[in-house]
């Protein structure tokens, strides 16, 4: 068990930008593979993107270029870079880790960050 403690989020415009931590302690985050999800409110938590232990990166066809997922396992930390925000992309972000899984399933995930709002608005 690992734990994740997040950074990052906040109020923007729509058009701008955040980035987002998650740094892990507890184990070596080169053995983890990492999911970003997030939930808006009165919905399910959605699938973002995840990176497998080597840097591999997958993302909800929603992210269309927009989000960009990145590791440094030296620093123990994730990355979720969020650009061009939009409105409907307000919502609390989580990170995952997991040992032995890579997807987009959250429910697979054993090791979850506490949640970061980001929101978009003008």
């Known amino acids: 068990q690992v734990q994740l403690v997040q950074s990052g989020g906040g109020l923007v415009p729509p058009g701008g930008s955040l980035k987002l931590s998650c740094v892990v302690s507890?184990?070596?985050?080169?053995?983890?593979?990492m999911g970003w999800f997030r939930q808006a409110p009165g919905a399910d938590r959605e699938f973002v993107a995840a990176i497998t232990s080597s840097g591999t990166p997958y993302y909800a066809d929603f992210v269309k270029g927009r989000f960009t997922i990145s590791r440094d396992n030296a620093e123990n930390t994730a990355y979720l870079q969020l650009n061009n925000l939009r409105v409907e992309d307000t919502a609390i972000y989580f990170c995952?880790?997991?040992?032995?899984?890579?997807?987009?399933?959250?429910?697979?995930?054993?090791?979850w960050g506490q949640g970061t709002q980001v929101t978009v608005s003008s």
């Open positions: 995952a880790a997991d040992w032995g899984y890579f997807g987009d399933d959250l429910k697979e995930y054993d090791n």
């Open positions: 507890g184990g070596p985050l080169s053995k983890y593979a």
